[in-house]
């Protein structure tokens, strides 16, 4: 990009289309930061989308949405494995994945359809480093009077990350066919035997014995014929 190749892309024009919060986040999200990266527009439209997803979560058109209704285990789960996430790449000053962490715990909120204010107010403090002026804007939605840059930054509870099931890959010979998901402390051997009274365990055994039934707690459950 230079002067003499007429190509120079004047960030205030990129202001002016997508907003300041888009070209800061993009600006992060091309890259760690003591890598040198070709600076170019053509994914901008794509943080540009996550904003608005993440606006949709607060209002639908022109009508506020969020509720205080408690949020679910999986909205809580997403919320901490998220501000876990953003706090580790700030200290570590990786911000580019720290935009990628935003986009998927958007992405799961909106499938969840959560607009709760306990879930999203947090989301948007932990997002005011990265996109100010958005987070400005619906913090003060949200009924707030002070400036969310006054805001405790959220701290993570690890207790909503801890999995109370696990999904077990049920493999024959070393190749995984099918997974049952079984509670975490579930012992070797009851694992065991839910796995071989499983109809499709019946099914790929075809009538044979095992000769052996491995089990990794909390991965994998192989039988060997």
């Given amino acids: 990009m230079s002067k003499s190749m007429y190509n120079v892309v004047n960030p205030d024009d990129i202001v002016e289309k997508y907003g300041a919060d ?13 890598q040198s990266k070709p ?3 053509n994914g901008i439209d794509g ?3 996550f904003l608005k997803r993440l606006w949709s979560l607060f209002y ?16 809580l789960k997403t919320l901490h494995k998220t501000i876990r996430k953003i706090t580790f790449d700030i200290e570590n000053f990786s911000y580019n994945t720290s935009v990628s962490a935003f986009m998927i715990c958007v992405n799961e909120l909106f499938t969840m359809k959560c607009s709760k204010k306990s879930i999203l107010e947090p989301l948007v403090i932990l997002l005011t480093p990265f996109a100010p002026h958005i987070a400005e804007e619906l913090y003060q939605a949200l009924g707030n009077k002070e400036t969310v840059c006054d805001a405790t930054f959220p701290i993570c509870n690890e ?7 696990v999904k077990y890959p049920i493999s024959f010979n070393g ?20 796995a071989l009274s499983n109809e499709l365990t019946t099914k790929f055994l075809d009538g044979k014995s095992p000769k052996k039934i491995i089990v990794v707690p909390g991965k994998i459950v192989n039988i060997v014929l």
């Avoid at 969020?66 to 285990?73: G, I, K, L, M």
């Fill in 175 to 194: 190749k995984v066919r099918f997974t049952i998901e079984l509670p975490a402390d579930m012992c070797k051997e009851d694992v065991e035997k839910i």
């Fill in 159 to 165: 207790s909503y990350l801890i999995e109370s099931t």
């Fill in 22 to 34: 888009t070209l800061r986040l993009y600006e992060m999200f091309l890259g760690p930061l003591e």
């Fill in 39 to 41: 600076w170019d527009t």
């Fill in 60 to 75: 639908k058109g022109d009508t506020f949405v969020v509720t205080d209704e408690t949020p679910t285990h999986d909205e």
């Fill in 47 to 49: 943080v540009h989308r």
